[in-house]
């Protein structure tokens, strides 16, 4: 094992995290450092989508890739058993495991790769993907090998699942603050039409919701073009709406 290029690795990685994280880049990051720090043939990488579908994000070469999509489209193969338990794979030599994946076994062979080892991406029950390591000769993978490719994984596994969580918090972050603009406008646009009106801010609003919902409006998308003068509500200005009983005319003495 070259303990530099270990190093490397590992600064690499982190780089390309702290960097913009892009995603992609990150990934065939992983898989072209996998292949030539543990010593294999190639490596791919499957990662299950928002509705848990797997998908062939990365892969050292086109030879990898092309196999990796072979397994997803014939629905065999150890990368997949190694995402669907959750455990390392490993298929020291596929000829003997023709009985097992007939199919992957045989396009292994004619993509050149004879050897596989599957490495879960997982953080305690949560399984995002595999990264799988492909080999030209058969033989039992190196121990210390192997462990290595499972810390990349691991590091792989917390970037994403943390880059999600991010992603996840600023969406709900917008949508707060989404929310509070909408309702200071809608407030703006209550206190608005109240006053158009001479009436209170509770029945100014029953207007510009029953208004909205009658013209398949956003109530938010109306309040903020009668603010702007855009929309007059022609409709609820030229006449004003009866007063709730009790209610005294704006600008006239309270009765005693």
């Not at 070259?2 to 880049?25: C, H, N, P, R, Y």
């Not at 992603?167 to 200071?184: F, I, K, P, Y």
């Not at 409006?217 to 009866?242: I, M, N, Q, W, Y």
């Amino acid at each position: 094992m070259d303990g530099q290029l270990l190093s490397e690795t590992f600064v690499e990685l982190t780089d390309t995290m702290v960097a913009g994280f892009d995603v992609i880049d990150f990934l065939h990051v992983l898989t072209r450092r996998s292949a030539q720090l543990l010593d294999v043939s190639a490596a791919g990488l499957l990662l299950a989508g928002p509705r848990g579908e797997l998908r062939v994000v990365a892969a050292s070469s086109e030879a990898a890739r092309l196999l990796e999509l072979f397994q997803l489209q014939s629905d065999q193969g150890p990368c997949l058993d190694c995402f669907r338990s959750g455990q390392p794979v490993t298929a020291a030599d596929l000829s003997a495991q023709a009985g097992r994946w007939p199919r992957f076994a045989a396009a292994a062979r004619d993509a050149g790769f004879t050897a596989v080892q599957a490495l879960p991406m997982r953080l305690r029950e949560q399984v995002i993907g595999a990264l799988n390591l492909f080999r030209a000769a058969p033989g039992p993978f190196d121990p210390a090998a192997v462990r290595i490719g499972q810390a990349l994984a691991d590091v792989a596994t917390i970037s994403l699942l943390h880059e999600r969580s991010m992603r996840h918090s600023d969406t709900l972050n917008e949508q707060l603050q989404t929310a509070l603009n909408s309702r200071v406008i809608i407030e703006q646009a209550k206190g608005k039409l109240a006053e158009r009106l001479g009436t209170d801010t509770n029945q100014a609003f029953n207007l510009l919701r029953d208004f909205a919902r009658t013209r398949n409006l956003r109530l938010s998308d109306l309040a903020r073009d009668f603010v702007d003068g855009t929309e007059t509500l022609t409709s609820l200005t030229a006449s004003k709406p009866p007063r709730p009983p009790g209610q005294p005319r704006p600008g006239s003495r309270p009765t005693r």
